[in-house]
């Protein structure tokens, strides 16, 4: 977790003006994934949903997560780590995962409808997990791969788990 001292020299504010606006390093942590949450949002977003070729849909949703990851990537880790830390970060958290689920959901339908209720949740449950952040994170951090390498292995991780299972 950043301590108060990084927060300080990477938005170049005092250590003194970072206590007056906020009351604790707590409450300033809360405030500032809650706001980077907001922020990343919209980049997350894109349209039409659920148009066109299986290919430029992946193409299109997997693109909107790089965006967004590349605008968390320099707090990704400091971020999973305060909302793991600080209980009143759980339902932006929950929130932002739902509605994440519910554009992979309409996004893929056409695929999605083509199983059953168990199977459906099973290929919910990968593409969410193929699309996570944290998931992009450990390939281009972890792994230090470049971003478009990440990109295509996270684009063919997705086209497998999107294609009609073998009859």
């Known amino acids: 977790m950043p301590t108060i001292e990084d927060v300080?020299?990477?938005?170049?504010?005092?250590?003194?003006?970072?206590?007056?606006y906020f009351g604790d390093a707590s409450a300033m942590i809360v405030e500032a994934t809650q706001l980077l949450?907001?922020?990343?949002?919209?980049?997350?977003?894109?349209?039409?949903?659920?148009?066109?070729?299986l290919a430029d849909r992946i193409a299109t949703l997997v693109g909107?997560?790089?965006?967004?990851?590349?605008?968390?990537?320099?707090?990704?880790?400091?971020?999973?780590?305060?909302?793991?830390?600080?209980?009143?970060?759980?339902?932006?958290?929950?929130?932002?995962?739902?509605?994440?689920?519910?554009?992979?959901?309409i996004h893929f339908a056409p695929e999605l409808q083509q199983s059953d209720d168990a199977a459906r949740e099973h290929v919910l449950q990968a593409g969410?997990?193929?699309?996570?952040?944290?998931?992009i994170e450990m390939l281009v951090e972890r792994q230090e791969m470049p971003v478009d390498t990440a990109q295509a292995i996270v684009i063919r991780l997705l086209t497998n788990v999107l294609a009609p299972a073998p009859s």
């Open 64 to 105: 909107a997560r790089f965006r967004a990851y590349q605008h968390v990537r320099p707090a990704l880790r400091a971020t999973i780590l305060n909302i793991a830390a600080q209980p009143e970060l759980a339902p932006a958290q929950h929130a932002t995962r739902e509605l994440l689920r519910l554009q992979f959901s």
């Open 37 to 53: 949450i907001e922020e990343t949002r919209p980049l997350a977003t894109f349209s039409p949903m659920g148009e066109g070729p």
């Open 128 to 135: 969410s997990a193929v699309c996570n952040l944290e998931f």
């Open 8 to 20: 300080s020299a990477e938005s170049g504010i005092s250590i003194r003006s970072l206590y007056r």
